[in-house]
């Protein structure tokens, strides 16, 4: 049998040995990613036809691709206000907490640059000046020998350069830059939850103002109420139970506008933190909701987008690639590690002579260390590298799983709200009627007080109902625009705490 000569083995070694340290081909994790949501509404926003492909049970899907360094557009603009396109440019320049994201993001960016260094030589230079007497015996002359002190100026260029034989400083490269895009979709991340909170909390405080000035007119009304109600008391046409009922819707109505200022006062002060401002200090003026004629309409899209648009998804995949890359580093400190270094100089009793011809040094030097024994500690490395990947990888299906969830519940309370505000709009107009006839009874003296009370305490009842569900689908619109991933503008568009990233 013919064997393999050593001269012509060696490239083999070296290949198997490259293969052992290097860190695995990264493979996408599988997930379960429906066809369809199941709570899709009706979109003009539609994929491409070319980049739609249709199954066999006539479902249509398309091949997810990475896009979520895309811009997210100013999606809040299209609910067309003004007061809210200041509020969201106030807390991207103010917030404190997207100011600690865009400070992770540097210092990834920046470690990511410390490991890429490695890639060069590293040059040096070194400059010294000395005055030194030595001993006799130092310098191989009798005991008593006078010797003079002397002085020693030196100037020395040196450089090192660490081979990558076994993939350490590409790993390490690799596993950085990793690194530094999951900081950079955190930060988109952090940035879209700023602006839906901020969009969140200035719907609910125009809803609780709306809320209010509804209460306000129902306390208007049961003081006049109350007023009528004492005349005839005086007048003798009704008893004290009808006063102290109206005494009592008062009293308790008036209680509700007081709890409802506090709801008002907590959300303006979460509001004021998102503006990066003392809670003190920042006053939301009143500004009640009215109807909302128009909500925009979310463009859904397809399940499969989701993987490309949401940042946390974006950030548990970098976070599963920078793991990935560490398996390679752990498994390169099996083998050995090569350095090559050289310097070069001069040394001499005068600065002059530093420079002299004779006075040069140099030296040329390789150095290969590799590991003997050490307890297991590279192999426990490499365990746990591995285990970080299987961490990386069940994080990023449960981001994908979470994200799922989270758009099918805002479609569904979508929908939802938006068959109760239909049967509210027909309950105010019937609660409307029901208390007009209620009051023209009253004062004819035909209805009781009781029916008139309850009549009007309906129709309040219905109109707070309508209020409150008015605030919850902008809520809810604003929820599903941040479980989408952001908003859909066309490519050009950059949102300002992006800019201020990169600055």
Not at 324 to 331: D, F, Q, S, W
């Amino acid at each position: 049998m013919k064997t393999m000569s050593p001269l012509a083995a060696a490239p083999l070694l070296a290949a198997l040995l490259l293969s052992a340290c290097a860190a695995p081909e990264f493979r996408q994790p599988e997930v379960d990613v429906p066809t369809a949501f199941r709570e899709q509404q009706t979109s003009a926003a539609s994929p491409g036809a070319d980049e739609v492909r249709r199954a066999a049970d006539g479902t249509t899907w398309k091949p997810a691709r990475p896009a979520e360094a895309q811009p997210r557009g100013e999606w809040w603009r299209s609910f067309h206000d003004a007061s809210l396109d200041a509020l969201i440019a106030e807390a991207t320049a103010a917030n404190q907490t997207l100011a600690v994201a865009t400070a992770r993001v540097k210092q990834a960016r920046a470690i990511a640059g410390i490991a890429q260094a490695d890639r060069a030589p590293q040059v040096g230079v070194a400059l010294g000046a000395e005055r030194a007497r030595l001993s006799p015996l130092e310098l191989n002359l009798p005991p008593g020998t006078a010797v003079a002190p002397a002085n020693v100026y030196s100037a020395r260029l040196s450089a090192s350069y660490e081979v990558d034989l076994f993939g350490r400083v590409s790993s390490n490269v690799a596993a950085a830059r990793a690194d530094a895009g999951t900081a950079e979709a955190s930060f988109r991340s952090v940035l879209l939850s700023l602006q839906a909170d901020v969009a969140q909390a200035y719907f609910r405080l125009r809803a609780l103002d709306a809320d209010l000035a509804t209460v306000a007119r129902t306390v208007a009304l049961r003081e006049e109420s109350l007023r009528i109600t004492s005349r005839r008391f005086q007048e003798g046409d009704i008893g004290e139970f009808d006063v102290l009922r109206a005494k009592t819707e008062l009293a308790t109505t008036r209680a509700e506008a007081i709890g409802l200022q506090r709801q008002r006062a907590t959300t303006e002060h979460a509001l004021a933190v998102l503006l990066g401002k003392p809670a003190a200090s920042y006053s939301a003026p009143a500004r009640p909701m009215d109807e909302l004629a128009a909500l925009p309409l979310i463009p859904a899209g397809l399940p499969s987008s989701l993987l490309e648009r949401r940042p946390d998804i974006a950030g548990a995949q970098q976070a599963m690639e920078a793991a990935n890359a560490r398996i390679g580093v752990a498994r390169s400190a099996m083998f050995p590690a090569l350095t090559l270094s050289t310097a070069g100089g001069g040394i001499g009793t005068s600065p002059a002579d530093v420079l002299k011809w004779s006075s040069r040094s140099w030296l040329l030097g390789a150095a290969l260390a590799a590991p003997l024994f050490d307890g297991g500690r590279i192999r426990s490395n490499i365990t746990r590298s591995q285990a970080a990947l299987e961490e990386a990888v069940g994080s990023y299906r449960q981001s994908v799983l979470q994200a799922f969830a989270e758009v099918e519940d805002d479609l569904a309370s979508l929908r939802i709200l938006a068959e109760q505000s239909d049967e509210i709009a027909q309950a105010q107009t019937a609660a409307r009627r029901s208390a007009d006839l209620a009051q023209k009874l009253y004062d004819a003296g035909r209805g009781s007080y009781l029916e008139l009370l309850d009549a009007q305490r309906n129709l309040a009842t219905v109109e707070r109902n309508a209020v409150q569900l008015r605030g919850e689908r902008a809520v809810t619109t604003v929820a599903l625009i941040r479980a989408l991933g952001g908003g859909w503008d066309a490519p050009g568009a950059v949102a300002n705490g992006e800019q201020g990233m990169r600055n």
